[in-house]
T-cell receptor, first 117, second 116 residues
Framework: AQTVTQSQPEMSVQEAETVTLSCTYDTSESDYYLFWYKQPPSRQMILVIRQEAYKQQNATENRFSVNFQKAAKSFSLKISDSQLGDAAMYFC??????????????FGKGITLSVRP | DTEVTQTPKHLVMGMTNKKSLKCEQH?????MYWYKQKAKKPPELMFV???????INESVPSRFSPECPNSSLLNLHLHALQPEDSALYLC???????????????FGSGTRLTVV
C-alpha cells in the first residue's frame, strides 16, 4: 500500500520569505503522480501543483515549485515570496498512474502553514 | 464553469433525521467522489462513482447512501447518523483517468455537517 508522510505538523514563515514543506512517500509503483493541495479556512481543497513521476524536470507554478527526488521518494514544496494568502493547511498526495477511477488519491496528514506579516 | 458546487454549506441534523447533500459539476467529469474530513485531518475517501456507477465503497456504514442520478450530479443521503459523523463532507470530480493521463481532483467547498 502507498503511504504519504508529512512529518512537520506546523510551520511559520515571514511574509516575502521562502518556505519549504516536506513530503515523503512510499510506493512499489514506478508510474504515479504527486500533488500538493492547499486548504485555506474557506475549506476548499485547491490543487497547487502536480508532478508526473516519469518527468525528471521539477514542476513549477508561479511562486510554487517542487523538488522531486524519485530515488529518495521525496516531494517537497517551495513557496517563494510568501504572501498572507498562502496561510493554509497543505496536503501532499499520491495517485498511481492507471486506467479508470479506481486509483485512489492518498493524502499525507497535512501541514499548517502560517504567514507572519 | 470550472467549479464543483456543494449544497448546503452547513447542515445541522438530529440523529433521527433524513437529509441529503448535493454536489454538482459541469466540467464534463465522469468520475465523482465523496470524502469525509475531520478537523485538522486529511480527507478520507468514502465513495467513487465512475460513469455514474459506484466503483468504490470504502466500507462506509449504510446510514450513508450515495446516488449519482446523472453525469453532473452526486448526492449523499443521510439517515440515522451518529454524533461522530459530524465532519466536513467534500465532493470532488475528475476526468476518468486514462493510462497516459492522470489528473488531480477538483474539490467543492464542502458541507459542514453537525449531528446533534
Amino acid at each position: 500500500a502507498q503511504t504519504v508522510t508529512q512529518s512537520q505538523p506546523e510551520m511559520s514563515v515571514q511574509e516575502a520569505e521562502t518556505v519549504t514543506l516536506s513530503c515523503t512517500y512510499d510506493t512499489s509503483e514506478s508510474d504515479y503522480y504527486l500533488f500538493w493541495y492547499k486548504q485555506p479556512p474557506s475549506r476548499q481543497m485547491i490543487l497547487v501543483i502536480r508532478q508526473e513521476a516519469y518527468k525528471q524536470q521539477n514542476a513549477t507554478e508561479n511562486r510554487f515549485s517542487v523538488n522531486f527526488q524519485k530515488a529518495a521518494k521525496s516531494f517537497s514544496l517551495k513557496i517563494s515570496d510568501s504572501q498572507l494568502g498562502d496561510a493554509a493547511m497543505y496536503f501532499c498526495a499520491y495517485r498511481r498512474r492507471s486506467f479508470g477511477a479506481n486509483s485512489k488519491l492518498t493524502f499525507g496528514k497535512g501541514i499548517t502553514l502560517s504567514v507572519r506579516p | 464553469d470550472t467549479e464543483v458546487t456543494q449544497t448546503p454549506k452547513h447542515l445541522v441534523m438530529g440523529m433521527t433525521n433524513k437529509k441529503s447533500l448535493k454536489c454538482e459539476q459541469h466540467m464534463g467529469h465522469r468520475a465523482m467522489y465523496w470524502y469525509k474530513q475531520k478537523a485538522k485531518k486529511p480527507p478520507e475517501l468514502m465513495f467513487v462513482y465512475s460513469y455514474e456507477k459506484l466503483s468504490i465503497n470504502e466500507s462506509v456504514p449504510s446510514r450513508f447512501s450515495p446516488e449519482c442520478p446523472n453525469s453532473s450530479l452526486l448526492n449523499l443521503h443521510l439517515h440515522a447518523l451518529q454524533p461522530e459523523d459530524s465532519a466536513l463532507y467534500l465532493c470532488a470530480s475528475s476526468p476518468v483517468p486514462r493510462q497516459d493521463q492522470n489528473y488531480g481532483y477538483t474539490f467543492g467547498s464542502g458541507t459542514r455537517l453537525t449531528v446533534v
